[in-house]
């Protein structure tokens, strides 16, 4: 695991083989089941949440941060992106088509027209759009949106 450094970007299935190479040269394969995976994960996501308790509303780009807390949250959201990066291989999911496909079906489920600048729920927003209308609910069961609902989670 030479050269990390030495990039600037990496994709994905840069970070896969990464992953993989890692846990087999340790022999972690034996420990890496898609449950234990998930539960290093929920941790590292606590590791993380860890860092911006108490601090309020951070601004965008942290100018306020010291390197030193910037290298640490680099760190943490580092654990976090390995460890789903590594469970999205082993659950045998491409992480990339499935992040592209959400955004997809997010574009369906919030459509610029009804949610810009609103930070309401899917099922808020399709019911706000049936009283707009003077309807009693039922823009919120037009097949595309109810479809659109029950495929995703």
């Known amino acids: ?3 990390v450094l030495e990039k600037e970007g990496v994709t994905l299935e840069e970070l896969k083989k990464k992953m993989a190479e890692f846990a087999r040269e340790r022999d972690w394969d034996q420990f890496h089941s898609p449950r234990n995976l998930l539960l290093a994960l929920v941790g590292e996501v606590g590791e993380l949440s860890e860092i911006f308790q108490w601090k309020g509303e951070v601004p965008r780009g942290l100018p306020d941060w010291k390197d030193e807390e910037k290298q640490h949250l680099g760190e ?3 654990d976090v992106l390995l460890y789903l990066v590594r469970l999205s291989d082993i659950c045998g999911v491409n992480l990339g088509k499935a992040a592209l496909r959400k955004l997809e079906m ?3 489920k919030y459509p ?7 930070s ?3 099922t808020q927003i399709n019911v706000d759009k049936s009283n707009v209308n ?3 609910g ?3 069961t037009d097949e595309g ?4 609902i029950k495929s995703t989670s």
Do not use: P, R, Y
């Open 1 to 3: 695991m030479t050269g």
């Open 76 to 78: 943490e959201l580092s």
């Open 106 to 108: 997010n574009a369906i």
């Open 112 to 118: 610029v027209k009804l949610c810009k600048g609103s």
């Open 120 to 122: 309401q729920k899917h």
């Open 134 to 136: 003077g309807d009693t």
């Open 138 to 140: 039922s823009a919120a």
């Open 145 to 148: 949106i109810n479809s659109d």
